[in-house]
Each structure stands twice: as structure tokens, then as C-alpha cells.
């Protein structure tokens, strides 16, 4: 039997406006739409998102989930996206929910607000996890087995966390040079845990759609679903698990729907049911089915992003330690204000997507990071920053 675990990531993060160092003290909107002529417009990027993206993707997986009795996967949506879906776009909502009821959609926790709070507060990431849990519970009524952190952010300490927190399985990148010539395609037991299992992305499979598939410089342009299949086929020779990770917004949003990726998408899903030998599992399903191989350890933070697959994406400059410095000193006293205002909008400044825009990074990786950031600049985003976290400061000092 060869297992497709597919796992979307669904996310949407609250940009600062262009605050300026004039706002602070007097205005504390970091997150409005600003002027009509802004670059920074929250509610239009969600909508341009949604039209492009989440809701003809959502369509798709709803007809694949009756026109398929086999196919399921698994979501994990951050709070932020929930909030501004619940603004501006209800009726996701009412289609997750939809797809929820299934029982073949499965929902993964993570931190509410896409944080990297695990690095900085171990305390302030657990009350981030447990708000994302209510939220869930609240919206979906259902209770998350599995976690992934933040950008699939993982180490040893991460997993043992984990653990103890009760979940049974946990997500990271199946990085070369922590497999060790091991396949992705297999269950694994983190290092120092007795019961959680660990599952790996299989990177180059996953990639081929998430990043490649318009591509055509790619040698290996185009991707049809016959190639793509055959590749899972050898693939699955070094294990009976594929587990295909990637965000939500490669349909639509970064592959654009002229390329042809939701026609290829549910042609693959068609055509890899029809061997009988194969099905797809959502996490929990892969997690309860098979047992770990061998453990794995990554004493070193891994994640899913940029050739390095470290955390240098968010933390690899100045500019972006000084400000996650500063964001994570300030906790004390902004939680004393017992302001929720205060505390929710300190909480929203620590969404990773604000240290992603001030990279500064060349090549292929600056060109994403250029790609994903509506600010003219990387210096931009840390200006605008600061300003807001200034007057955070000035908040929480009054």
C-alpha cells in the first residue's frame, strides 16, 4: 500500500501600515488599511488571496472529498487567517467547516499567530498553542492530534515539548543532512520521546508542485500528473509513505490558475486512486497506522524555508534580531496592562511574516522573500515595525 498524506498550510498575516514615527504615541491602527494609495492594504490582499485561491481550492477539495470516498488530508490554519476570513471572507468559514464535518479533514495545531515565540518564551508559546487549540474547537469542534510549529520550525526540544503537551504526532522538513541517506517515506521517533512519532516532508515531491511547476527553466518542465505519478511509484520504493506538505496558496496564489495547477491537481488525485494499491491518510490516520523505524534527531532548529532550512530566513540579519529582541522583552510588562488590546496586537506583531520582510538575502531566496512582502523595501518593514513596537511600549508604560 502507498500512502499520500497531504498536508496545506493556511495562512494569512496582519501587515503593519506605514506607520510612522509621527503615529506613535497619538494612533496605535498598526494594522489598518491606511490610505487609499497604500501598498499596505489588509483587507485587500486577503480578497485577492481568496478569489485567486482559497476559495477555488476549497471548491476543488470539497468535489474531491464527494467524488472520492478514499481522499482525505489534513489543514493547519493559523488564527490570523481565521480572524480576517471571519472579516472579510465568512462563507471559508462556512466551506472549512463544511469540509471539517467530513471526518477526512483533519486540522493540525500550531501557534495562533504563526509565531516564532518558541525560541524566545517557552511560557507565551504555550498560551499561543492553547488559544489556537480553543479557536479550533470553537469554529470546528474538534480537538488536534498532531502539531507542527510555525514554517515547519523543528528541533529536539521542540519534540519533547510536544510529548508532554499530549500530542501524538508531530511535523518537520525532511532535510538531507539530518536523514542521512534515511527516506522520508517512513514514520520516525524523535530523539528523547517515548510515544510521539514524527512525520518528514518528502521535500523534492513536494517542491516539484509547490515551487517548480510553472517553472520553465526547469529541466523538467512540464510536470504532467504521468510524470508526477511515476515518481511518487519510485519514490515509494524507499517507503509506503509520501507525505506531500506545502501552503495552501501554491494553488492559485504562487501557481497561478492559467498554469494549470488545479486542473493537474485533481487529475492526480483521480488518477493515484485509481491503483488500488493506493489511498490517502490525513496525519493522524499515518500517525495511528504505522509504527517508527528509527529515531531521528535534529538538535538544530530545521525548517522548511529558503536552501539553508534554518531559521536565518527570519533571524539571519540585524535588523531582524533587534527586533525580535525587542519584541520579546517587552512581555512582561505588556501582560501586566492585562490591556487585551494591547496584548493582542503585541501578539500580532510577533506573526514570523514581519521578520520574513526584513530579509535581506540575494538569489533565488531574496527573490521569494521580495515576492511574499508588499513593503518597497526590507528596511521599510523594520521601520514600520519599530514604530509600532515603540508605541506598544509607550502602551504598556501608561
Not at 39 to 54: D, G, H, M, P
Not at 165 to 176: K, N, V
Not at 291 to 308: F, K, L, R
Amino acid at each position: 500500500m502507498r500512502s499520500g498524506i497531504l498536508y496545506f498550510h493556511i495562512h494569512q498575516p496582519p501587515r503593519v501600515r506605514e506607520y510612522s514615527i509621527f503615529d506613535v504615541g497619538n494612533r496605535s491602527d498598526y494594522f489598518s488599511n491606511g490610505t487609499p494609495h497604500s501598498r499596505i492594504n489588509n483587507q485587500l490582499i486577503f480578497e485577492k488571496v481568496a478569489e485567486k485561491s482559497y476559495r477555488p481550492m476549497l471548491k476543488l477539495l470539497e468535489d474531491l472529498l464527494n467524488q472520492h470516498q478514499s481522499f482525505q488530508f489534513s489543514l493547519s490554519i493559523t488564527g490570523t487567517f481565521l480572524e480576517q476570513a471571519e472579516k472579510w471572507g465568512q462563507d471559508i468559514v462556512e466551506t472549512l467547516k463544511r469540509l471539517v464535518a467530513t471526518g477526512r479533514v483533519e486540522i493540525v495545531a500550531e501557534t495562533y499567530y504563526h509565531s516564532l515565540a518558541f525560541f524566545f518564551s517557552k511560557p507565551e508559546f504555550e498560551r499561543q498553542v492553547k488559544q489556537h487549540q480553543a479557536k479550533i474547537k470553537e469554529l470546528f469542534g474538534v480537538e488536534s492530534r498532531i502539531f507542527r510549529n510555525t514554517e515547519l520550525s523543528y528541533n529536539d526540544d521542540l519534540a519533547a515539548w510536544a510529548e508532554d503537551f499530549g500530542f501524538d504526532g508531530i511535523l518537520a522538513e525532511g532535510w538531507d543532512k539530518v536523514l542521512r541517506g534515511r527516506s522520508p517515506n517512513f514514520i520516525y521517533r524523535p530523539a528523547n520521546t517515548n510515544k510521539i512519532k514524527l512525520l518528514l516532508k518528502n521535500y523534492r515531491l513536494s517542491d516539484d508542485v509547490a515551487f517548480r511547476f510553472s517553472d520553465k527553466n526547469w529541466a523538467e518542465f512540464p510536470l504532467t500528473v504521468e510524470k508526477y505519478l511515476a515518481w511518487m511509484e519510485d519514490s515509494a520504493l524507499s517507503g509506503p509513505l509520501i507525505n506531500l506538505f506545502m501552503d495552501f496558496e501554491t494553488f492559485g496564489e504562487h501557481q497561478w490558475a492559467d498554469t494549470g495547477i488545479f486542473q493537474f491537481f485533481e487529475q492526480f488525485v483521480g488518477r493515484f486512486l485509481e491503483n488500488p494499491e493506493n489511498n490517502f491518510l490525513t496525519v493522524s490516520n499515518a500517525v495511528a497506522q504505522y509504527e517508527a523505524i528509527d529515531e531521528i534527531s535534529m538538535p538544530e532548529t530545521v525548517t522548511w524555508a529558503d536552501t539553508e532550512r534554518d531559521l536565518s530566513a527570519w533571524l539571519g540579519n540585524s535588523m531582524q534580531h533587534e527586533a525580535a529582541k525587542n519584541l520579546y522583552e517587552i512581555e512582561k510588562a505588556v501582560l501586566a496592562t492585562k490591556n487585551q488590546q494591547l496584548i493582542d496586537d503585541w501578539r500580532n506583531l510577533q506573526t514570523s511574516d514581519h521578520l520574513y520582510y526584513m530579509c535581506t538575502k540575494y538569489w533565488n531566496d531574496g527573490d521569494v522573500h521580495a515576492y511574499f512582502s508588499a513593503y518597497e523595501s526590507p528596511y521599510d518593514a523594520f521601520l514600520y515595525f519599530m514604530n509600532a513596537m515603540r508605541d506598544v511600549e509607550f502602551r504598556s508604560d501608561t
